[in-house]
């Protein structure tokens, strides 16, 4: 309806029309042979669909037993090659068992190829009646649907997945092939981070692609004023609006991708996923990109549904007045990116006026909301800040120890700790540093293990392969130096301020049976954030109460991690093979360069010991 108030109105489908498929049938091999098949030899019949979509015709043959989409574009057995990866993938989250009734249904792929008598392919489908959801009950069963994919599909820490097209253990952004949104094809390599994926693979796609349109059309005055002002997100604002997605929104489920026009119903009321672009990406992606479903009903279902499956998991509502203020910029740089792929494509006035009204919109909120990154700092590892005046602090936190070697605990409370600071207490945290002690301080402590195996050197490669194979790692860093506790925070915060001009706080992070020792080391002037753990409590409350600096000592109350020790650690690496018995206590990074060390490193030297000292 939209695009009828244009002159320029596209023109549908292909002009593939109902001849040509009759002479495909006669002469397409592949095709004759799927149809045959299916129509158990008899003569089939051809019936043209009325809206087939703006790219391909359609034709229901064979006395509705197949659904054939053909286009004569060179790139559409691309297209449907990657469209059948979709729906097969869809297909495997249909129901949680094959006994149960199917919380959706997806077409089952019968056959692709390509065209014998002109350029282009086709795709075979089953054929399913279906119609647009209308009743209340129809809208309920469609976004119990959505939920039932997200929440089946859902990456979880620890938790292998079961399909090919998630990478098991990995949390990652992407999917198996690249696909296609309506001729545009959108890169899925695999990404831990999911501000780099979107910028790189969504973003700068779409901006590259309309500055390739305007190479070869007429009207450019508006279009140059789009790609200016989509560039200038891109650059300066981008990368430190998506970081402010929280960690556990990040993971990445399986995503529809085009939630546009696709949903429907069959006869029995069942909703069908179909014409899908799908992703594994964060599921705030999905419902923010898409404002046509508006339905109440549907979305309170959704809901319902995430959190019977997720237990305290954040909602993600259809109204903005639910969203917070980044969620909502979230949401409008997800939808223009959309919006600027629909310009590449169809080049006409009503995608050129809504892209450059919208571009203009979410510049004007992030302005205000959020600083321009400084030249030089533009691919900082570092969570960029709030804007200078904004009431929100800018902190760094910091956990030092021996961490010989690092393990899961050590990650999950920092984890744990960051979430807490971002959510109850609204600070920006700009970094996660794990500081190992400088190595006299660990010859103190271990009496009986190698210097070569857990020298400063070996602890920071382990600990920059841990955090980089950590879910959460993006933003955590191994800080080397080896310093005091004192003197590492504050050269900390010198750091952010001489070369990114950020003002940071600096906070230890320890555990509950560690509080009195870091409280007594750290001076008054920074902050300590002490994690709960399970069975080491005992008079620490009392401490807390009771010391002077409790003002400044925020306790996270939500962690609930394993209860592991570097220790254990060691004793199961001198045991054996450290891949069977360190599973899941460290990262997988970090392990194989544990198996590394077990090769070459031979306990010759104990630490704190002379080489003509027996060792013990």
Not at 466 to 486: I, K, M, Q, R, V
Request: charged share 20%; proline share 5%.
């Amino acid at each position: 309806k939209r695009m009828s108030k244009h002159k320029t109105k596209p023109q549908r489908g292909c002009g593939f029309t109902e001849q040509h498929l009759m002479k495909e049938l006669l002469n397409n091999v592949r095709l004759a042979e799927i149809v045959q098949r299916e129509c158990q030899g008899t003569a089939p019949t051809v019936q043209a669909v009325a809206h087939a979509g703006w790219m391909n015709d359609a034709y229901i043959v064979g006395d509705n037993k197949l659904f054939v989409k053909v286009n004569t574009d060179e790139i559409a057995v691309d297209t449907f090659t990657a469209e059948a990866e979709g729906l097969r993938t869809l297909a495997q989250h249909q129901s949680s068992s094959k006994d149960t009734q199917p919380d959706f249904v997806v077409p089952t792929v019968v056959g692709c190829g390509k065209l014998s008598c002109s350029t282009g392919g086709f795709l075979v489908l089953d054929y399913v009646s279906m119609d647009q959801p209308s009743t209340t009950e129809e809208q309920r069963a469609c976004g119990r649907a959505l939920a039932a994919l997200h929440s089946r599909s859902c990456w979880q820490p620890h938790v292998p997945t079961r399909k090919r097209t998630q990478p098991p253990t990995e949390r990652q952004y992407g999917f198996s092939c690249d696909n296609y949104l309506t001729s545009v094809q959108l890169p899925n390599k695999w990404d831990h981070d999911w501000t780099a994926f979107f910028i790189n693979q969504r973003l700068k796609v779409a901006i590259g692609r309309v500055q390739q349109r305007l190479a070869s059309e007429k009207r450019t005055q508006k279009v140059e004023q789009i790609l200016k002002m989509a560039e200038t997100i891109a650059n300066n604002y981008a990368k430190q609006l998506l970081d402010t997605l929280p960690v556990e929104q990040a993971n990445p489920c399986l995503l529809h991708g085009d939630l546009a026009d696709n949903f429907a119903v069959n006869d029995q009321g069942i909703p069908i996923l179909f014409d899908s672009v799908p992703l594994y990406g964060p599921r705030e992606y999905e419902l923010h990109s898409w404002s046509t479903i508006t339905q109440h009903s549907f979305w309170e279902e959704y809901n319902s549904y995430v959190s019977a499956v997720f237990p305290g998991s954040t909602t993600v509502e259809q109204s903005n007045t639910s969203d917070t203020q980044f969620a909502q910029l979230r949401r409008g740089l997800y939808v223009v990116t959309h919006d600027l792929i629909c310009l590449s494509h169809f080049f006409n006035p009503f995608f050129m006026k809504k892209c450059h009204q919208q571009l203009e919109t979410l510049l004007a909120k992030l302005e205000p909301t959020l600083p321009v990154i400084m030249p030089g700092t533009e691919t900082s590892p570092f969570k960029v800040p709030t804007k200078t005046g904004v009431k929100t602090e800018n902190i760094v936190l910091v956990l030092q120890g021996s961490l010989a070697p690092i393990h899961n605990n050590h990650l999950t409370i920092m984890q744990a700790a960051q979430t807490w600071m971002t959510e109850k207490r609204s600070k920006c945290v700009v970094g996660c540093f794990f500081a190992p002690c400088a190595d006299h301080f660990l010859k103190r402590k271990l009496h009986y293990e190698t210097a070569t195996a857990y020298n400063l050197d070996a602890r920071c490669k382990l600990i920059q392969a841990a955090c980089g194979d950590f879910p959460a790692g993006a933003h955590y860093h191994c800080e080397p130096s080896g310093l005091s506790t004192n003197k590492l925070l504050h050269q900390l915060e010198q750091r952010f301020q001489q070369e990114y001009n950020w003002q940071v706080t600096a906070y230890m992070v320890c555990g509950y049976d560690t509080i009195a020792e870091v409280d007594k080391r750290t001076a008054p002037q920074y902050g300590i954030c002490c994690v709960r753990r399970h069975n080491h409590q005992e008079g620490m409350e009392e401490y807390i109460k009771g010391c002077d600096g409790k003002k400044r000592i925020v306790v996270v109350d939500n962690w609930d991690g394993p209860d592991l020790s570097s220790t254990e650690v060691r004793t199961l690496l001198s045991c054996g093979d450290p891949s069977s018995l360190l599973k899941g206590m460290v990262p997988l990074e970090e392990l194989h360069q544990l198996q590394q060390h077990c090769k070459t490193d031979e306990p010759t030297t104990r630490v704190g010991e002379h080489q003509d000292q027996p060792s013990q």
